[in-house]
């Protein structure tokens, strides 16, 4: 009887360790099942490379290059801004702060990690929106600028606690070989830690980008929705992440903007997958 | 320049960095403890909204998120922390096991609005349960698998070995071995990831937008195919798609959001630190 039972268990835990691999596969089925349908009446050439995204006027043209050159901007902007501050305060914590100092810097980072982007959103719509516009003499606030700022600052707890955790994993014996030979503390850094901690840095690099570009909330409340190709980074923009958001609610069920909405679902599906798949094997090519 | 000078330097601007990482938050909770406070009493608790949502306060927003955070823990815990046990006392490191880790990675990589077309995709559409707590729920739930899993895989392999081989050197099962002497060691990691699952999903608007979240619904659901308010979609609603909205209620949202989600990462971090400290092996 036991026996019965430990098997039937042991099957349960079974169908619980392989449920993600089917959540992951079941996401990807239904976001193409939804999707494709586009594709009958739009070739993907079209979609992907049409500059004008007029998804209810008549006929509705599904061009998403201004939504992709929307989020490119939004996430280059961020990745500017945040790949050297990020980096710059993951060394200082891992090799720079003391113990006690450290805790406290961890546990800030921590903080910011668990506010809701929604929160962000808001408060960059209060204080950093009529910051911008006021500053930079432009019509509106809500620009790719914006956007690239609060993003950056959303992107830095998976960066600073990821490189932090690459940096702290170079073997101690590195930086004492390194003393031993008279190097500095900041040598050491640059020349020791930073080279030995590389693929981690990168991974940590991709996977704050990752977030940046599937960001949703603040990004749509702070860069001003305008579905058009950016000139600028003092132009309003779109992201994808923002165009589902913004039109799902509106989009008939079975028509062909819905469809487009859960192509554009395929599209970041991709990016994610690519930038996760990536940094994995960035992390593992350490050891 | 003198390797000294150089250091000196250095040290600065990575401290700079730090600075401007650091600074924004404290100015962040500032400013929405500054403004929110004032916006905060009873009434705002729990009240219905009125006036549009410019009066009143947010009672069926903190129910709803309530609901939607018990559901989607209800059935995220006991999957997550099968598949954690799964992961660490029943398989060996292979290609399957690689496979389920990817998979797990790329579950937390995935944006939260691509949760929120498969949730309407799958639960709403297909599953006919329409804009609904359950659908909610459940998209919440998947999507803080990840968290849950990695911290009870974390709390497992904090535990000895040596446990383990001295219970089935009694000759205790496998599955008997877990559940007495495994997962009592690891109750209080397990129960510190589920604290940090359910802030991560009490914050989270992006999924809720087509599978629950109601614009205004002044009263409480009555099932779970009922749509609800959330406080996180709530503020979105009213920073954005409603024009003059007295500040003090939108603060005072934010503030209530604010307060939920970092008390309960807070709560999170302190348990997990008292833990730490009294571990006994």
Known sequence: MSKIKEFIIEKIIFLCGIITIVFIILIFLFLLKEGLSLFKSVRIFEFIFGKNWYPISEPPQFGILPLILGSLLVTLGAGIISIPVGIGCAIFIAEVAPRWLKDILKAFIELLAAIPSVVLGFIGMVTLVPFVKNFFGLPTGLTAFTGSIMLAFMAMPTMVSIAEDALYAVPYTYKEAAYALGASRWQTIYRVIIPGAFSGILAAIMLGIGRVVGETMAVMMLTGNSARIPQSFFDPVRTLTATIANEMGEAVVGSQHYFALFSIGIVLFIISFFVNITADIFMHHKK | ?281
């Open chain 2, 1 to 281: 320049m003198k390797p000294h000078t150089k250091q000196r330097i250095a040290f600065s601007f990575l401290f700079l960095c730090t600075l401007l990482v650091i600074l924004p938050v404290g100015l962040i909770l500032i400013i929405i403890i500054k403004n929110g406070l004032p916006a905060l009493s009873w009434q705002f608790l729990t009240d219905i909204p009125r006036a549009g949502m410019r009066e009143g306060g947010i009672f069926p927003a903190i129910i709803g998120t309530f609901y939607l955070v018990l559901g989607a823990i209800i059935f995220a815990l006991p999957i997550g922390v099968m598949c954690a046990i799964y992961l660490n006392e029943y398989t060996k490191e292979n290609i399957f096991s690689r496979l389920i880790r990817l998979a797990i990675i790329n579950l937390a990589g995935i944006p939260s609005v691509v949760y929120g077309l498969f949730g309407m995709a799958l639960f709403v559409m297909f599953f006919k349960f329409g804009t609904s707590i359950l659908s909610g729920a459940l998209t919440l739930g998947i999507m803080i698998l990840p968290v849950i899993i990695t911290s009870t895989q974390e709390a497992l392999r904090s535990v000895p070995k040596e446990f383990r081989e001295v219970s089935f050197s009694l000759g205790i099962s496998k599955w008997q071995t877990i559940k007495r002497v495994v997962l009592p060691c690891a109750f209080p990691g397990i129960i510190t990831g589920a604290i940090l699952g359910i802030g991560r999903a009490a914050g989270e608007t992006a999924p809720l937008l087509f599978t629950v979240a109601a614009f205004y619904l002044p009263r409480l659901p009555r099932s779970i195919f009922d749509q609800v308010m959330a406080i996180p979609y709530h503020l979105y609603v009213i920073s954005t798609q409603i024009p003059n909205i007295p500040e003090k209620i939108r603060y005072g949202t934010a503030l209530v959001l604010v307060i939920l989600v970092l008390g309960i990462n807070l709560f999170a971090i302190i348990l997990r630190i008292k833990l730490r400290r009294k571990q006994r092996w």
